[in-house]
């Protein structure tokens, strides 16, 4: 599966962004599907995920209640929507695959598939 990530840009403290995830080459129902994000000199922080039921998300919990992630089947994406945004929250934001369906991580080495990544600027 390939992954394609969007929606990024530069929003103000306090406002909403939603990205998505568009896959081709293989169905996301077949997957677990993860974002995450990193900034410069640190390690990919797992964001959340959903599973291949659509109902099935687990959030970090510094991010609980500020995002939520869904499924849109018939145009074979995920969406990340992230409201109340902080200035600790620009990052670059990337979805990722993991085939192994038995159990969702929070690991990134969990995932097998990457997008490239969209990059989320909090700035007033």
């Known amino acids: 599966v390939q992954l394609q990530a969007s929606g990024g840009g530069l929003v103000q403290p306090g406002g909403s962004l939603r990205l998505s995830c568009a896959a081709s080459?293989?169905?996301?129902?077949?997957?677990?599907m993860g974002w995450f994000r990193q900034v410069p000199g640190q390690d990919r922080e797992f964001v959340g995920l959903?599973?291949?039921?659509?109902?099935?998300?687990y959030y970090a919990d510094s991010l609980k209640g500020r995002i939520a992630i869904s499924k849109d089947n018939t145009r074979n994406s995920v969406n990340l929507q992230m409201n109340n945004l902080k200035p600790e929250d620009a990052a670059v934001y990337y979805c990722a695959a993991r085939e192994n369906t038995d159990w969702g991580t929070m690991s990134a080495d969990g995932y097998d598939y990457w997008g490239q990544g969209t990059q989320v600027t909090v700035s007033s």
């Open positions: 080459g293989n169905s996301i129902s077949r997957y677990y």
């Open positions: 959903i599973g291949v039921n659509p109902g099935s998300t």
